[in-house]
């Protein structure tokens, strides 16, 4: 079994930061891709940042130049450090990771319990 356990959200006034923090644990033996998904009300869920096993990071358009996504190899944790907040922003935000169990299973995609972010003067 794999537990993700998310940190960091909250709420925060327009321009504000936040820092969400995701970290895996139980049965891994590795981790290819980690990301940060979220989901407004009555929308679907969307890709905020990704970053695979090797440090190449991708994002969403709407927030390149304001989020950045890292990673910790040596933890299992990804992190998604969030600068220039907008209103728009707001959203139950989900940590994504893709572990391995063994050599041979996997990988398999996990998803962390959401943590909201409401950003609101």
């Known amino acids: 079994q794999v537990q993700l356990a998310e940190s960091g959200g909250g709420l925060v006034q327009p321009g504000g930061s936040l820092r969400l923090s995701c970290a895996a644990s139980?049965?891994?033996?590795?981790?290819?891709?980690m990301g940060w998904y979220r989901q407004a009300p009555g929308k679907q869920r969307e890709l905020v940042a990704g970053?695979?096993?090797?440090?190449?990071?991708n994002y969403a358009d709407s927030v390149k130049g304001r989020f950045t996504i890292s990673r910790d190899n040596a933890k299992n944790t990804v992190a998604l450090q969030m600068n220039g907040l907008k209103p728009e922003d707001t959203a139950v935000y989900f940590c994504?990771?893709?572990?391995?169990?063994?050599?041979?299973?996997?990988?398999?995609?996990?998803w962390g319990q959401g943590t909201q972010v409401f950003v609101s003067s």
């Open positions: 970053i695979t096993s090797g440090g190449t990071t």
């Open positions: 139980g049965s891994i033996f590795s981790i290819n891709d």
């Open positions: 994504n990771v893709q572990v391995r169990q063994s050599l041979v299973h996997g990988p398999d995609d996990y």
